[in-house]
């Protein structure tokens, strides 16, 4: 064969690949829902622009009195462009944001507090998910154990640790932690910030050039930030479980119900075959929205969450910025919260579709 004909199969093999790849339905279903959440993100953006623009000018709101404080004013809105037209304004903005700039900051007063916000993003992810995953692992075994054991005293004890998670203001579990816990208690646990003040951090060239040499360092920085983020993780673990438990709960015992499960336990099938293969997939579904609508929403923090324990998160920031009416901070924890929404319903529907074949998409 010669290697014009070799060079012939292979291009016929690639083309294929690649037009099977385009006809493939969860990529045009993908395709589809990206160009729609195009304007939907435009619309939330252009909306939140807006609102922002009526509270009040941000250069006023960052600047205090005094004799200069009109020629500042005018100073920075020559400089971040706040002089320009509205509409020019907002084109400008988005701009930035798609560059992940986000203009003035009276918080941070800087012109670009982008830095500061990944640090907060990292923060924040790192304690809504660490969260997240534990309780999605604790809740499901909890769920089905309750639902099994209909009527006892294993049911009894799950349903009310639910109820007293549901019923409890996160405030007031993250204060009783403290209480035990910290400096009121056993005083075991840090009860504020997510590290160490001044903590040494590592130098990652250092540490890959000579592991021996930064090894110790960084485990010492890996078990502060272990203790550091016990408390609020405590915390917020338990609020998230007791939902998805109850919910696991009222749907496993709504499934083990259905004749399907009634048919295989009389052919025989294993119990723990029936419960985590076909009962749970089917009741696990509401829990799946739940979980994707927590982690599109967990980079907007928990500010009650990150107050009571003083975490550096995003949370605790937008609260902050509506307060002082940061707008370029107001903009940007707004427009992140948007895309992770937006990108995490997305990828419900194609779970869906995963765990459930009689979803097509």
């Known amino acids: 064969m010669s290697d014009e004909n070799v060079v012939e199969i292979v291009e016929d093999n690639l083309a294929s690949k690649i037009s099977a790849f385009f006809q493939n339905r969860v990529v045009i279903y993908t395709a589809r829902r990206l160009l729609v959440m195009i304007p939907l993100f435009l619309g939330v953006s252009l909306l939140t622009f807006t609102m922002t623009k009526a509270i009040g000018d941000p250069t006023e709101q960052a600047l205090g009195a005094g004799a200069s404080r009109e020629i500042r004013i005018a100073i920075l809105k020559k400089q971040y462009g706040l ?27 800087t012109s670009d507090p982008s830095p500061m916000i990944n640090k907060l993003i990292y923060q924040t992810a790192k304690l809504q998910y660490a969260a997240l995953i534990l309780a999605t692992m604790i809740s499901i075994p909890l769920g089905i154990t309750a639902a099994r054991k209909r009527g006892t005293s294993i049911d009894t004890t799950v349903s009310a640790i639910a109820f007293i998670g549901l019923s409890m203001p996160i405030y007031v579990s993250g204060i009783l932690l403290i209480k035990i816990f910290g400096g009121g208690g ?29 090894l110790p360092l960084w485990w010492h920085n890996v078990l502060d930030s272990i203790i550091h983020i016990t408390l609020p993780l405590m915390a917020l673990t338990f609020a998230t479980l007791s939902l998805t438990t109850r919910l696991i709960r009222s749907n496993m015992l709504e499934v083990l119900n259905q004749d399907y499960i009634l048919a295989a336990r009389a052919n025989g099938i294993e119990e723990k075959v029936i419960i985590w293969r076909y009962a749970l997939r089917n009741a696990i579904l509401p829990v799946v929205t739940f979980i994707g609508l927590a982690i599109g929403g967990a980079l907007g923090g928990a500010p009650i969450t990150e107050t009571v324990f003083n975490w550096p998160g995003l949370g605790k920031v937008y609260i902050q910025a509506i307060q002082v009416l940061d707008m370029s901070i107001i903009l940007a924890i707004t427009m992140i919260i948007t895309t992770m929404v937006l990108l995490s319903n997305l990828a419900t529907d194609l779970f869906y579709a995963v765990i459930d074949p009689r979803i097509s998409i």
């Open 83 to 109: 002089d320009d037209p509205v509409y020019l304004q907002y084109l400008k903005w988005l701009g930035n944001f798609l560059k992940w700039e986000f203009g003035f900051s009276g918080i941070y007063l």
């Open 186 to 214: 056993l005083n075991i646990l840090p009860v504020t910030g997510a590290n160490t003040a001044n903590r040494e951090e590592v130098n990652w060239a250092d540490f890959f050039s000579n592991n021996s040499y930064q």
